[in-house]
């Protein structure tokens, strides 16, 4: 298996590509046969010409791909699986938490189906985190969104015609979004407050130069990925009382708060956002998650009667399609490197392997993960 094909997007929005001319270079020069499909690139601003001259066939059409490909490499899933053959690989982010019906399809129809976002959380596979890699670009970008939309600027600004206070900030969740979030609002000259459940933030926080926001919420910490364990109603309310102060005195919130596979919380009720200052704003990271927001919504932005705008945070990495796409075709370049078998010349699928074992869901017509596997 070393036929290698990279569809064009369809998704609304999308401007990302899977990979990008340099590592279709460093891929063919492996031994993997590369083709793409006319156009898949454009959105991130590489053309047909630039994957040609890498090494590629291009194809105009999706089918013909599929009946080429041994491996099938895209941002989204499909809407639609027809066409591709039984034995393929399929490379892809994939939600696959709540998309049963989804995988039965692909286990059914005998493809073999990688997770991108499944892939374990170890040194060895940090190469391959497309959740980090994007999640860094979207954090960076949150802030850049947050300012364009703020009435007032970032920095403190001394005039003769007068003292410019600088924007107050606030981050909630500090992962590899909010810390990004946390670094380009500092660049930026904000007063930066931030908070996160998982203790071990706290340090990392105050690195950047950031203030922690100190929270009380007994028992918590994170999972051995380094995800956080969900709170109870309990602590969530703990945690909503005492943010509302916070929340009440910033210019710009941003909420990154995801629990890995389950909803995310709402840390952000009505009544916290009513009493926030008429022009501040809001952007919810989590709201194709549920939201952290109460109210959010992942397709457009909302102005409350108190004059507070809250803006959906979701997919701003496609905002920056050129880095966007570099990164997640370096976590796919890892990927197929990692599994590539000289000897064989061809890519190695060993569900035993750790890395391959954790994102691969479906084999041999049927669903091989434990996590989603009938019982
Ligand atoms: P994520 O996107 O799942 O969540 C974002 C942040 O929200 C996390 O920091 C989480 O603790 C926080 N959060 C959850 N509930 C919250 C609540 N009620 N209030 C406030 N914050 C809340 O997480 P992520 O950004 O993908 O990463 C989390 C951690 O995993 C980070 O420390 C990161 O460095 C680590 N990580 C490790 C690897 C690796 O070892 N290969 C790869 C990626 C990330």
Known sequence: MNKVFLCKETVRDETRAALVPSDVKALSAMGYELAVQSGAGLGAGYTDGEYEAAGAKIIPELDEGYRFADIIIRVNKPDSIAGIRENTLHISSFDVFGEMGAIREYADAGIKLVSLEMVPRTTLAQKMDIQSSQASLAGYYAVLLAASKLPKIMPMMMTPSGTISPARVFIIGVGVAGLQAIATAKRLGARVEAFDTRPVVEEQVKSLGAKFVKIDLGEMGQTDQGYAKELTPEQIEIQRKAQAKVCAQSDIVITTAKVFGRKAPVLLTKEMTAQMRSGSVIIDMAVKTGGNVEGSDPEKD??????????????????????????????I???????????????????????????????????????????
Do not use: Q, Y
């Open 302 to 331: 909302i102005l409350l009667d108190n004059g507070v705008l809250v803006v959906s945070g979701d997919g701003l990495e496609r905002l920056v399609p050129k880095d966007a796409s570099n990164m997640f075709s370096g976590n």
């Open 333 to 375: 370049f890892a990927f197929l490197e990692h599994f590539w078998d000289k000897d064989a010349k061809s890519i190695k699928i060993d569900a035993g392997d750790e890395i391959m074992g954790g994102c691969l869901i479906t084999s041999d017509k049927k669903i091989i993960h434990e996590r989603f596997m009938d019982k």
